[in-house]
Protein backbone atom coordinates (compact mmCIF):
# COMPACT_ATOMS: atom_id res chain seq x y z
CA UNK A 1 0.00 0.00 0.00
CA UNK A 2 1.19 3.31 -0.68
CA UNK A 3 2.14 5.80 2.13
CA UNK A 4 0.30 9.35 2.24
CA UNK A 5 2.61 12.23 1.65
CA UNK A 6 2.76 14.02 5.21
CA UNK A 7 1.75 17.88 5.97
CA UNK A 8 5.44 18.84 6.37
CA UNK A 9 5.77 16.98 2.19
CA UNK A 10 2.40 18.90 1.15
CA UNK A 11 3.63 21.94 2.72
CA UNK A 12 6.86 22.22 1.31
CA UNK A 13 5.72 21.49 -2.22
CA UNK A 14 3.05 24.00 -2.37
CA UNK A 15 5.62 26.67 -1.12
CA UNK A 16 8.11 25.69 -3.87
CA UNK A 17 5.48 25.88 -6.85
CA UNK A 18 3.98 29.24 -4.95
CA UNK A 19 7.48 30.43 -4.84
CA UNK A 20 7.91 29.70 -8.48
CA UNK A 21 5.39 31.17 -9.66
CA UNK A 22 5.78 34.17 -8.35
CA UNK A 23 9.42 34.34 -9.05
CA UNK A 24 8.28 33.54 -12.70
CA UNK A 25 5.47 36.54 -12.68
CA UNK A 26 8.14 38.58 -11.34
CA UNK A 27 10.52 38.15 -13.42
CA UNK A 28 7.87 39.01 -16.51
CA UNK A 29 7.28 42.27 -14.62
CA UNK A 30 3.47 41.26 -13.36
CA UNK A 31 4.20 41.74 -9.91
CA UNK A 32 6.62 42.92 -7.02
CA UNK A 33 8.02 39.97 -5.24
CA UNK A 34 9.33 41.77 -2.16
CA UNK A 35 5.72 43.29 -1.44
CA UNK A 36 3.84 39.73 -2.76
CA UNK A 37 6.24 37.99 -0.26
CA UNK A 38 5.72 40.55 2.71
CA UNK A 39 1.83 40.33 2.21
CA UNK A 40 1.07 37.05 1.73
CA UNK A 41 4.09 34.68 3.75
CA UNK A 42 1.72 34.07 6.57
CA UNK A 43 -0.40 31.84 4.85
CA UNK A 44 2.53 29.31 4.82
CA UNK A 45 2.00 29.23 8.28
CA UNK A 46 -2.05 28.37 7.49
CA UNK A 47 -1.47 26.17 5.04
CA UNK A 48 1.05 24.22 6.84
CA UNK A 49 -1.29 24.25 10.15
CA UNK A 50 -4.68 23.59 7.93
CA UNK A 51 -2.71 20.56 6.95
CA UNK A 52 -1.37 19.10 10.35
CA UNK A 53 -4.95 19.28 11.50
CA UNK A 54 -5.85 17.39 8.48
CA UNK A 55 -3.32 15.05 8.84
CA UNK A 56 -4.01 15.02 12.72
CA UNK A 57 -7.70 14.08 11.97
CA UNK A 58 -7.59 11.68 9.09
CA UNK A 59 -4.95 9.47 11.57
CA UNK A 60 -7.64 9.49 14.82
CA UNK A 61 -10.23 8.55 12.28
CA UNK A 62 -8.36 5.16 10.66
CA UNK A 63 -7.31 4.48 14.17
CA UNK A 64 -10.94 4.53 15.38
CA UNK A 65 -11.68 2.16 12.52
CA UNK A 66 -8.82 -0.34 13.23
CA UNK A 67 -9.67 -0.19 16.59
CA UNK A 68 -13.76 -1.13 16.40
CA UNK A 69 -12.60 -3.59 13.98
CA UNK A 70 -10.87 -5.58 16.39
CA UNK A 71 -12.73 -5.56 19.08
CA UNK A 72 -15.45 -8.06 17.45
CA UNK A 73 -16.98 -6.51 15.01
CA UNK A 74 -18.52 -9.43 12.44
CA UNK A 75 -15.83 -10.16 9.41
CA UNK A 76 -17.50 -9.68 6.45
CA UNK B 1 6.12 18.63 18.35
CA UNK B 2 8.94 17.26 16.90
CA UNK B 3 12.54 18.34 16.68
CA UNK B 4 12.49 18.69 12.79
CA UNK B 5 8.88 20.32 12.81
CA UNK B 6 10.09 23.08 15.38
CA UNK B 7 13.12 23.22 13.05
CA UNK B 8 10.93 23.87 10.18
CA UNK B 9 8.42 26.34 11.80
CA UNK B 10 11.40 28.39 12.92
CA UNK B 11 12.49 28.44 9.50
CA UNK B 12 9.68 29.61 8.38
CA UNK B 13 9.30 32.67 11.28
CA UNK B 14 12.92 33.68 10.52
CA UNK B 15 12.35 34.07 6.62
CA UNK B 16 9.03 35.79 7.56
CA UNK B 17 10.97 38.39 9.25
CA UNK B 18 13.78 38.41 6.70
CA UNK B 19 11.44 39.61 4.03
CA UNK B 20 9.96 42.34 6.34
CA UNK B 21 13.16 43.33 6.91
CA UNK B 22 13.75 43.69 3.75
CA UNK B 23 10.79 45.28 2.45
CA UNK B 24 11.38 47.79 5.01
CA UNK B 25 14.95 48.80 3.99
CA UNK B 26 14.29 49.17 0.62
CA UNK B 27 11.01 51.52 1.70
CA UNK B 28 13.95 53.54 3.92
CA UNK B 29 16.10 53.52 0.92
CA UNK B 30 13.82 54.55 -2.46
CA UNK B 31 16.00 52.86 -4.70
CA UNK B 32 14.95 54.39 -8.06
CA UNK B 33 15.75 53.12 -11.39
CA UNK B 34 18.13 56.22 -12.34
CA UNK B 35 20.42 54.86 -9.39
CA UNK B 36 20.24 57.53 -6.93
CA UNK B 37 17.91 57.59 -4.28
CA UNK B 38 17.30 59.89 -1.22
CA UNK B 39 18.51 58.78 2.20
CA UNK B 40 18.09 60.96 5.57
CA UNK B 41 16.76 63.82 3.34
CA UNK B 42 19.35 63.96 0.73
CA UNK B 43 20.17 62.35 -2.69
CA UNK B 44 22.35 59.68 -2.70
CA UNK B 45 23.59 57.78 -5.85
CA UNK B 46 26.44 58.87 -8.99
CA UNK B 47 26.21 62.30 -9.34
CA UNK B 48 27.97 65.09 -11.32
CA UNK B 49 28.17 68.45 -10.95
CA UNK B 50 28.10 71.51 -13.16
CA UNK B 51 29.11 75.38 -12.12
CA UNK B 52 27.72 78.67 -14.01
CA UNK B 53 28.20 81.90 -13.22
CA UNK B 54 26.33 85.08 -13.45
CA UNK B 55 26.94 88.82 -12.39
CA UNK B 56 23.99 91.22 -12.26
CA UNK B 57 24.31 95.37 -12.01
CA UNK B 58 22.01 96.53 -8.67
CA UNK B 59 21.61 99.87 -6.97
CA UNK B 60 22.63 101.03 -4.03
CA UNK B 61 20.42 100.36 -0.97
CA UNK B 62 19.59 96.65 -2.66
CA UNK B 63 17.08 94.18 -0.89
CA UNK B 64 18.17 90.72 -2.08
CA UNK B 65 15.91 87.79 -2.21
CA UNK B 66 16.68 84.54 -2.94
CA UNK B 67 14.11 81.38 -3.32
CA UNK B 68 15.60 77.79 -3.51
CA UNK B 69 15.47 74.36 -2.52
CA UNK B 70 17.41 70.95 -2.59
CA UNK B 71 20.89 72.85 -2.02
CA UNK B 72 22.56 75.21 -0.41
CA UNK B 73 22.12 79.43 -0.45
CA UNK B 74 25.34 81.50 0.70
CA UNK B 75 24.74 85.36 0.85
CA UNK B 76 28.23 87.06 1.82
CA UNK B 77 30.04 90.11 0.86
CA UNK B 78 30.49 91.07 -2.51
CA UNK B 79 31.99 94.27 -4.43
CA UNK B 80 29.50 97.52 -4.73
CA UNK B 81 27.58 98.02 -7.75
CA UNK B 82 26.69 94.18 -8.63
CA UNK B 83 25.65 90.81 -7.34
CA UNK B 84 27.62 88.13 -8.28
CA UNK B 85 25.61 84.52 -8.15
CA UNK B 86 27.65 80.90 -8.96
CA UNK B 87 24.80 78.34 -9.53
CA UNK B 88 26.02 74.94 -9.05
CA UNK B 89 23.95 71.93 -10.17
CA UNK B 90 24.41 68.58 -8.83
CA UNK B 91 22.44 66.26 -11.28
CA UNK B 92 22.25 62.37 -10.07
CA UNK B 93 22.75 60.63 -13.03
CA UNK B 94 24.94 57.32 -13.44
CA UNK B 95 25.61 58.57 -17.40
CA UNK B 96 27.81 62.40 -17.46
CA UNK B 97 26.63 63.13 -20.87
CA UNK B 98 22.61 62.36 -19.50
CA UNK B 99 23.85 64.79 -16.55
CA UNK B 100 25.17 67.34 -18.37
CA UNK B 101 21.81 67.18 -20.43
CA UNK B 102 19.80 67.66 -17.85
CA UNK B 103 22.00 70.19 -16.07
CA UNK B 104 21.44 72.59 -19.30
CA UNK B 105 17.75 72.25 -18.53
CA UNK B 106 18.11 73.81 -15.33
CA UNK B 107 18.79 77.79 -15.45
CA UNK B 108 19.34 80.65 -12.85
CA UNK B 109 16.32 82.82 -12.86
CA UNK B 110 16.60 86.92 -11.67
CA UNK B 111 14.55 89.66 -11.82
CA UNK B 112 15.65 93.34 -10.97
CA UNK B 113 12.64 95.50 -10.05
CA UNK B 114 13.83 98.84 -8.76
CA UNK B 115 16.08 98.05 -5.54
CA UNK B 116 14.77 94.35 -5.55
CA UNK B 117 16.69 91.80 -7.17
CA UNK B 118 14.78 87.89 -7.03
CA UNK B 119 17.08 85.38 -7.67
CA UNK B 120 16.15 81.78 -8.27
CA UNK B 121 16.02 78.63 -10.59
CA UNK B 122 14.35 77.18 -13.30
CA UNK B 123 14.33 73.73 -10.97
CA UNK B 124 10.12 73.72 -10.30
CA UNK B 125 9.96 73.63 -14.42
CA UNK B 126 12.51 71.14 -14.10
CA UNK B 127 11.37 68.87 -12.01
CA UNK B 128 7.76 68.69 -13.66
CA UNK B 129 9.32 67.91 -17.00
CA UNK B 130 11.72 65.62 -15.13
CA UNK B 131 10.24 64.09 -12.23
CA UNK B 132 13.01 60.97 -11.93
CA UNK B 133 15.76 63.07 -11.63
CA UNK B 134 17.42 63.59 -8.57
CA UNK B 135 18.82 67.58 -8.54
CA UNK B 136 20.44 69.83 -6.24
CA UNK B 137 20.75 73.59 -6.59
CA UNK B 138 23.39 75.06 -4.76
CA UNK B 139 23.67 78.96 -4.76
CA UNK B 140 26.42 81.21 -3.66
CA UNK B 141 25.72 85.14 -4.29
CA UNK B 142 27.99 87.96 -3.32
CA UNK B 143 26.03 91.13 -2.68
CA UNK B 144 27.04 94.89 -2.28
CA UNK B 145 27.08 95.88 1.25
CA UNK B 146 24.44 97.27 3.16
CA UNK B 147 21.93 94.72 1.02
CA UNK B 148 18.92 93.52 2.81
CA UNK B 149 18.77 89.43 2.23
CA UNK B 150 15.71 87.66 2.41
CA UNK B 151 16.40 83.98 1.59
CA UNK B 152 13.64 81.20 1.47
CA UNK B 153 15.32 77.54 1.00
CA UNK B 154 14.34 73.78 1.54
CA UNK B 155 16.24 70.71 2.29
CA UNK B 156 19.68 72.38 2.23
CA UNK B 157 21.74 74.88 4.33
CA UNK B 158 21.71 79.02 4.36
CA UNK B 159 24.24 80.94 5.55
CA UNK B 160 23.99 84.88 5.24
CA UNK B 161 26.52 86.91 6.88
CA UNK B 162 27.78 90.66 6.54
CA UNK B 163 23.85 91.72 5.50
CA UNK B 164 21.97 95.49 6.39
CA UNK B 165 19.22 93.67 7.30
CA UNK B 166 18.23 89.45 6.96
CA UNK B 167 15.07 87.45 6.67
CA UNK B 168 15.76 83.87 6.59
CA UNK B 169 13.64 80.53 6.32
CA UNK B 170 15.10 77.34 5.99
CA UNK B 171 14.10 73.75 6.92
CA UNK B 172 15.20 70.11 6.54
CA UNK B 173 19.16 71.99 6.98
CA UNK B 174 21.01 74.26 9.30
CA UNK B 175 20.50 77.74 8.70
CA UNK B 176 23.42 80.54 10.09
CA UNK B 177 23.59 84.03 10.14
CA UNK B 178 26.23 86.11 11.31
CA UNK B 179 27.26 90.23 11.26
CA UNK B 180 24.13 91.29 10.01
CA UNK B 181 23.61 94.84 11.41
CA UNK B 182 20.30 95.46 12.09
CA UNK B 183 16.95 93.20 12.70
CA UNK B 184 17.28 89.71 11.78
CA UNK B 185 14.01 87.23 11.24
CA UNK B 186 14.50 83.69 11.38
CA UNK B 187 12.41 80.40 11.01
CA UNK B 188 13.73 77.38 10.36
CA UNK B 189 12.33 73.45 10.87
CA UNK B 190 13.99 70.64 11.23
CA UNK B 191 17.26 71.93 11.51
CA UNK B 192 20.21 74.27 13.95
CA UNK B 193 20.08 77.78 13.66
CA UNK B 194 23.25 80.03 14.61
CA UNK B 195 22.79 83.74 14.77
CA UNK B 196 26.00 85.76 15.65
CA UNK B 197 27.12 89.33 15.68
CA UNK B 198 23.58 91.07 15.22
CA UNK B 199 23.22 94.74 15.88
CA UNK B 200 19.15 95.20 16.15
CA UNK B 201 16.30 92.87 16.89
CA UNK B 202 16.31 89.35 16.58
CA UNK B 203 12.93 87.71 16.07
CA UNK B 204 13.75 83.30 15.81
CA UNK B 205 11.34 80.48 15.46
CA UNK B 206 12.72 77.13 15.33
CA UNK B 207 11.17 73.75 15.51
CA UNK B 208 13.39 70.94 16.20
CA UNK B 209 16.33 71.71 16.11
CA UNK B 210 18.92 73.58 18.32
CA UNK B 211 19.63 77.28 18.17
CA UNK B 212 22.20 78.95 19.61
CA UNK B 213 23.26 83.14 19.75
CA UNK B 214 26.07 84.94 20.37
CA UNK B 215 26.25 88.84 20.33
CA UNK B 216 22.73 90.10 19.84
CA UNK B 217 23.05 93.55 20.40
CA UNK B 218 18.89 93.98 20.15
CA UNK B 219 16.36 92.31 21.85
CA UNK B 220 15.61 88.72 21.43
CA UNK B 221 12.55 86.93 21.12
CA UNK B 222 12.43 83.11 20.16
CA UNK B 223 9.99 81.01 20.29
CA UNK B 224 11.61 77.09 20.12
CA UNK B 225 9.70 73.85 20.11
CA UNK B 226 11.99 70.06 20.30
CA UNK B 227 15.68 71.82 20.23
CA UNK B 228 17.93 73.05 22.54
CA UNK B 229 19.04 77.06 23.35
CA UNK B 230 22.53 78.42 23.82
CA UNK B 231 22.40 82.22 24.37
CA UNK B 232 25.65 84.01 25.26
CA UNK B 233 25.85 88.26 25.18
CA UNK B 234 22.18 89.06 24.06
CA UNK B 235 20.53 92.07 25.22
CA UNK B 236 16.99 91.37 26.86
CA UNK B 237 15.78 87.73 25.75
CA UNK B 238 12.12 86.13 25.71
CA UNK B 239 12.16 82.78 24.89
CA UNK B 240 8.98 80.30 24.23
CA UNK B 241 10.02 76.92 24.58
CA UNK B 242 9.07 73.57 24.65
CA UNK B 243 11.21 70.50 24.98
CA UNK B 244 14.62 71.19 24.94
CA UNK B 245 16.80 73.08 27.29
CA UNK B 246 18.13 76.57 27.53
CA UNK B 247 21.56 77.94 29.02
CA UNK B 248 21.86 81.88 28.67
CA UNK B 249 24.77 83.87 29.42
CA UNK B 250 25.43 87.53 30.02
CA UNK B 251 21.67 88.54 29.77
CA UNK B 252 22.02 92.23 29.00
CA UNK B 253 18.53 92.67 30.23
CA UNK B 254 15.73 91.05 31.48
CA UNK B 255 15.17 87.48 30.52
CA UNK B 256 11.85 86.00 30.07
CA UNK B 257 10.94 82.22 29.71
CA UNK B 258 8.15 80.56 29.16
CA UNK B 259 8.83 76.55 28.94
CA UNK B 260 7.30 73.38 29.09
CA UNK B 261 9.46 70.38 29.36
CA UNK B 262 12.55 72.62 29.61
CA UNK B 263 15.17 73.18 31.93
CA UNK B 264 16.63 76.19 32.37
CA UNK B 265 20.33 77.84 33.47
CA UNK B 266 20.77 81.41 33.38
CA UNK B 267 23.82 83.25 34.22
CA UNK B 268 24.89 87.22 34.19
CA UNK B 269 21.34 88.50 34.18
CA UNK B 270 21.41 92.56 34.43
CA UNK B 271 17.44 92.74 34.42
CA UNK B 272 15.09 90.73 36.15
CA UNK B 273 14.54 86.74 35.33
CA UNK B 274 11.19 85.64 34.98
CA UNK B 275 11.39 81.86 33.91
CA UNK B 276 7.93 79.33 34.19
CA UNK B 277 8.51 75.61 32.90
CA UNK B 278 7.78 72.42 33.97
CA UNK B 279 9.82 68.65 34.35
CA UNK B 280 12.87 70.35 34.53
CA UNK B 281 14.94 72.35 36.79
CA UNK B 282 15.58 76.43 36.73
CA UNK B 283 18.88 77.79 37.74
CA UNK B 284 19.56 81.41 38.03
CA UNK B 285 22.77 82.65 38.75
CA UNK B 286 23.74 86.45 39.67
CA UNK B 287 20.88 88.26 38.66
CA UNK B 288 20.80 91.82 38.52
CA UNK B 289 16.77 92.77 39.10
CA UNK B 290 14.40 89.98 40.74
CA UNK B 291 14.68 86.41 39.86
CA UNK B 292 11.41 84.52 39.56
CA UNK B 293 11.05 80.90 39.30
CA UNK B 294 8.50 78.53 38.92
CA UNK B 295 8.30 74.63 37.87
CA UNK B 296 6.95 71.53 38.42
CA UNK B 297 8.90 68.40 38.97
CA UNK B 298 12.38 70.17 38.97
CA UNK B 299 15.29 72.06 41.20
CA UNK B 300 14.88 75.42 41.37
CA UNK B 301 18.15 76.77 42.66
CA UNK B 302 18.73 81.15 42.51
CA UNK B 303 22.17 82.09 43.56
CA UNK B 304 22.98 85.94 43.43
CA UNK B 305 20.34 87.99 42.97
CA UNK B 306 19.78 91.18 43.73
CA UNK B 307 16.31 91.94 44.22
CA UNK B 308 13.22 90.08 45.43
CA UNK B 309 13.10 86.32 44.51
CA UNK B 310 10.66 83.83 44.46
CA UNK B 311 10.58 80.16 43.54
CA UNK B 312 8.12 77.48 43.65
CA UNK B 313 8.41 73.97 42.38
CA UNK B 314 6.59 70.54 43.24
CA UNK B 315 8.47 66.79 44.02
CA UNK B 316 11.89 68.52 44.09
CA UNK B 317 13.92 70.85 45.78
CA UNK B 318 14.80 74.61 46.53
CA UNK B 319 18.07 76.62 47.35
CA UNK B 320 18.91 79.94 47.70
CA UNK B 321 21.98 81.68 48.31
CA UNK B 322 22.78 85.54 48.63
CA UNK B 323 19.51 87.15 47.74
CA UNK B 324 19.73 90.93 48.28
CA UNK B 325 15.56 91.12 48.16
CA UNK B 326 12.65 89.34 50.22
CA UNK B 327 11.94 85.57 49.31
CA UNK B 328 8.69 83.96 48.19
CA UNK B 329 8.97 79.79 48.23
CA UNK B 330 7.03 77.48 48.18
CA UNK B 331 7.45 73.45 47.91
CA UNK B 332 5.35 70.54 47.88
CA UNK B 333 6.68 67.54 48.00
CA UNK B 334 10.11 68.70 48.55
CA UNK B 335 12.02 70.68 50.93
CA UNK B 336 13.97 74.17 50.77
CA UNK B 337 17.17 75.68 52.05
CA UNK B 338 18.75 79.10 51.83
CA UNK B 339 21.94 81.02 52.95
CA UNK B 340 22.52 84.84 52.90
CA UNK B 341 18.99 85.86 53.07
CA UNK B 342 19.50 90.18 53.57
CA UNK B 343 15.82 91.32 54.03
CA UNK B 344 14.00 87.59 55.10
CA UNK B 345 11.11 85.90 53.29
CA UNK B 346 8.19 83.31 53.44
CA UNK B 347 9.57 79.56 53.44
CA UNK B 348 7.02 76.84 53.34
CA UNK B 349 7.82 73.19 52.09
CA UNK B 350 5.29 70.54 52.30
CA UNK B 351 7.58 67.54 51.70
CA UNK B 352 11.01 67.87 53.24
CA UNK B 353 12.64 70.26 56.02
CA UNK B 354 13.89 73.70 56.05
CA UNK B 355 17.06 74.74 56.39
CA UNK B 356 18.66 78.57 56.93
CA UNK B 357 21.93 79.81 57.71
CA UNK B 358 23.04 83.36 57.72
CA UNK B 359 19.96 84.59 56.94
CA UNK B 360 18.66 88.35 58.12
CA UNK B 361 15.17 90.38 57.71
CA UNK B 362 12.17 88.85 59.02
CA UNK B 363 11.38 85.03 58.55
CA UNK B 364 8.09 82.90 58.23
CA UNK B 365 9.50 79.37 58.00
CA UNK B 366 6.74 76.39 57.57
CA UNK B 367 7.41 72.58 57.05
CA UNK B 368 4.95 70.31 56.69
CA UNK B 369 7.17 66.67 57.20
CA UNK B 370 10.58 67.84 57.50
CA UNK B 371 12.32 70.12 60.59
CA UNK B 372 13.18 73.55 60.65
CA UNK B 373 16.91 74.42 61.10
CA UNK B 374 17.80 77.69 61.32
CA UNK B 375 21.17 78.46 61.99
CA UNK B 376 22.34 82.83 62.88
CA UNK B 377 25.49 84.36 61.86
CA UNK B 378 24.84 87.56 64.10
CA UNK B 379 22.07 88.67 66.63
CA UNK B 380 18.46 88.72 65.72
CA UNK B 381 17.28 91.68 64.82
CA UNK B 382 14.11 90.87 62.31
CA UNK B 383 10.91 88.55 63.65
CA UNK B 384 11.41 84.73 62.75
CA UNK B 385 8.35 82.48 62.88
CA UNK B 386 8.81 78.69 62.32
CA UNK B 387 6.10 76.12 62.44
CA UNK B 388 6.83 72.52 61.69
CA UNK B 389 3.92 69.81 62.25
CA UNK B 390 5.87 66.25 61.72
CA UNK B 391 9.80 67.45 61.90
CA UNK B 392 11.27 69.73 65.32
CA UNK B 393 12.12 73.00 65.41
CA UNK B 394 15.91 73.92 65.61
CA UNK B 395 17.46 77.10 66.56
CA UNK B 396 21.66 78.07 66.54
CA UNK B 397 21.56 81.43 67.44
CA UNK B 398 24.70 83.20 69.25
CA UNK B 399 24.09 84.41 72.67
CA UNK B 400 24.09 87.78 71.78
CA UNK B 401 21.90 90.56 71.29
CA UNK B 402 18.08 90.37 72.10
CA UNK B 403 14.71 88.71 71.51
CA UNK B 404 11.48 87.61 72.76
CA UNK B 405 10.98 83.62 72.42
CA UNK B 406 7.28 81.72 72.35
CA UNK B 407 8.13 77.97 71.84
CA UNK B 408 5.39 75.33 71.98
CA UNK B 409 5.34 71.35 71.07
CA UNK B 410 2.16 70.03 71.23
CA UNK B 411 3.37 66.26 71.55
CA UNK B 412 7.38 67.02 71.69
CA UNK B 413 9.60 68.80 74.14
CA UNK B 414 10.76 72.14 74.05
CA UNK B 415 14.41 73.05 75.07
CA UNK B 416 16.03 76.46 75.54
CA UNK B 417 19.74 76.24 76.16
CA UNK B 418 21.13 79.66 76.00
CA UNK B 419 23.13 81.81 77.92
CA UNK B 420 21.49 84.70 79.03
CA UNK B 421 18.02 83.72 78.77
CA UNK B 422 15.42 84.33 80.91
CA UNK B 423 12.44 82.20 81.12
CA UNK B 424 9.31 83.68 82.35
CA UNK B 425 6.98 80.93 81.34
CA UNK B 426 9.01 77.54 81.45
CA UNK B 427 7.11 73.74 80.94
CA UNK B 428 8.01 70.40 79.41
CA UNK B 429 6.09 71.64 76.05
CA UNK B 430 5.78 75.66 76.52
CA UNK B 431 8.41 77.75 77.36
CA UNK B 432 8.35 81.64 76.92
CA UNK B 433 11.34 84.28 78.04
CA UNK B 434 13.85 86.40 76.44
CA UNK B 435 17.08 87.15 75.79
CA UNK B 436 18.25 90.46 76.71
CA UNK B 437 16.16 93.68 76.11
CA UNK B 438 13.90 94.51 73.55
CA UNK B 439 14.32 92.62 70.10
CA UNK B 440 11.95 91.22 67.53
CA UNK B 441 9.29 88.50 68.33
CA UNK B 442 10.68 85.18 67.78
CA UNK B 443 7.46 82.54 67.51
CA UNK B 444 8.54 78.46 67.40
CA UNK B 445 5.77 76.02 67.28
CA UNK B 446 6.38 71.70 66.75
CA UNK B 447 3.30 69.74 66.02
CA UNK B 448 4.78 66.39 66.38
CA UNK B 449 8.60 67.39 67.07
CA UNK B 450 10.44 69.03 69.90
CA UNK B 451 11.73 72.48 69.68
CA UNK B 452 15.08 73.64 70.33
CA UNK B 453 16.88 76.54 71.08
CA UNK B 454 20.59 76.48 71.61
CA UNK B 455 24.13 78.44 71.91
CA UNK B 456 25.85 78.05 68.37
CA UNK B 457 25.05 79.92 64.97
CA UNK B 458 28.08 80.81 62.47
CA UNK B 459 30.55 83.63 63.54
Not at chain 2, 246 to 273: C, F, I, M
Not at chain 2, 421 to 434: L, Q, Y
Request: glycine fraction near 14%.
Amino acid sequence: MKRAPSPGTLAFGLTLVTLGVLGTLANLGRLDLLATLRTWWPLVLVVWGGLELADALLRRRVAGRGASASHGEPAR
Amino acid sequence: MRAGKLLALLLVLACGGLIEVAYRLRQELDLTATGWRVLGGRFQGRSHTFTSESRIEVPAGLRLEVANAFGEVRVARGEPGAVAVELRKVVYASDEQRARTLAEGVELESELDGARLRVGTSREAFVRREPGVGLETHLTLRAPEGTVVHVRNQHGNVAVADAAAADVEGSYDGVRVERVAGDVRLRNRHGAAYVADVGAALDLESQYGKVELVGIGGDATLAVRHGDVKARGTRALQLELAYGDLVAEQVGGALLVSAQHAGVVARDVTGDARVVTSYRGIELARVGGEAHARTQHGAVRLEGVAGAASASTSYADVSLEDVAGPVAVEVEHGGASARGLRQGGRLDASGDGVTLADCTGALELRSQRGGIRFVAAAPLTSALTATAVHGDVTLELLPAGAFALEASSRRGRVTVALPGFEATHSEPSHVSGRLGSGGPPVRLDAEYGDVRVTAGGER
